[in-house]
């Protein structure tokens, strides 16, 4: 069972998860109501609203973002090298410590 911190990149609070293998981050997020996911079109890879920061010490650890990801990443105001949409990063035991930011607003 993995445990995440999630921090609000706005104020700093933090929240820290432990979640069950094989479910999103932002499944994870939205089910133990941290604000700042809106999941809009519910894990489908298109809406863009679960968008978060992932820690660069975790990056080279997550499967590579999928071409429709990206694209849907870069047209973000707030994007940087280490967004990711939440709702297509699985958990797995491996991803056990995995920190990210929630961004101030999604758009
Ligand atoms: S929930 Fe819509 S893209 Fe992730």
Same mark, same amino acid.
């Given at each position: 069972? &993995?445990?995440? *911190?999630?921090?609000?990149?706005?104020?700093?609070?933090?929240?820290? %998860?432990?979640?069950?293998?094989?479910?999103?981050?932002? !499944?994870?997020?939205?089910?133990?109501?941290? &604000?700042?996911?809106?999941?809009?079109?519910?894990?489908?890879?298109?809406?863009? *609203?679960?968008?978060?920061?992932?820690?660069?010490?975790?990056?080279?650890?997550? !499967?590579?973002? *999928?071409?429709? !990801?990206?694209?849907?990443?870069?047209?973000?105001?707030?994007?940087?090298?280490?967004? =990711? %949409?939440?709702?297509?990063?699985?958990?797995?035991?491996?991803?056990?410590?995995? *920190?990210? =930011?929630? &961004?101030?607003?999604?758009?």
């Amino acid at each position: 069972m &993995p445990k995440i *911190t999630c921090i609000n990149d706005y104020d700093g609070s933090r929240w820290e %998860l432990n979640v069950d293998s094989g479910c999103s981050v932002m !499944e994870a997020t939205v089910n133990n109501n941290v &604000p700042g996911i809106v999941a809009e079109c519910g894990g489908s890879c298109s809406c863009a *609203t679960c968008h978060v920061y992932v820690d660069e010490s975790w990056l080279g650890k997550l !499967e590579e973002a *999928t071409q429709e !990801e990206k694209d849907l990443i870069e047209f973000l105001d707030g994007a940087r090298s280490n967004s =990711r %949409l939440s709702c297509q990063v699985l958990l797995t035991d491996e991803l056990d410590g995995l *920190t990210l =930011r929630i &961004p101030e607003s999604q758009e």
